[in-house]
Nanobody
Framework: QVQLVESGGGLVQAGGSLRLSCAAS????????MGWYRQAPGNQRELVAD???????NYADSVKGRFTISRDNAKKMVYLQMNSLKPEDTAVYYC???????????????WGQGTQVTVSS
């Protein structure tokens, strides 16, 4: 099984910054894309940003220019640097990855437990 553990959430004032980290562990032959999603109360889970194993990135329009996703393939980690935070960024943030566990395995999606980010106005 593949485990994802997030850290770095918390309470911050509007305009502030936070950095989320996510570590992947377990039986992993290959990590494909990694990403961050978020879910606010009453809303569906939405993509915030993702990054391929080669480093290509994709961002939601609402966070472009404010958030930066990066990854360390050797450490099997993905990061989300969040600057100029707004109250509407308040949500539970989930780490996600697509991984292959062993030769012949199919790529599967895995999710972390989530970390709360609260931005006060």
């Amino acid at each position: 099984q593949v485990q994802l553990v997030e850290s770095g959430g918390g309470l911050v004032q509007a305009g502030g910054s936070l950095r989320l980290s996510c570590a992947a562990s377990g039986i992993i032959s290959r990590l494909n894309s990694m990403g961050w999603y978020r879910q606010a109360p009453g809303n569906q889970r939405e993509l915030v940003a993702d990054i391929t194993s080669g480093g290509s990135t994709n961002y939601a329009d609402s966070v472009k220019g404010r958030f930066t996703i990066s990854r360390d393939n050797a450490k099997k980690m993905v990061y989300l640097q969040m600057n100029s935070l707004k109250p509407e960024d308040t949500a539970v943030y989930y780490c996600q990855c697509s991984a292959v566990r062993w030769l012949g395995d199919s790529p599967r999606d895995y999710w972390g437990q989530g970390t709360q980010v609260t931005v006060s106005s």
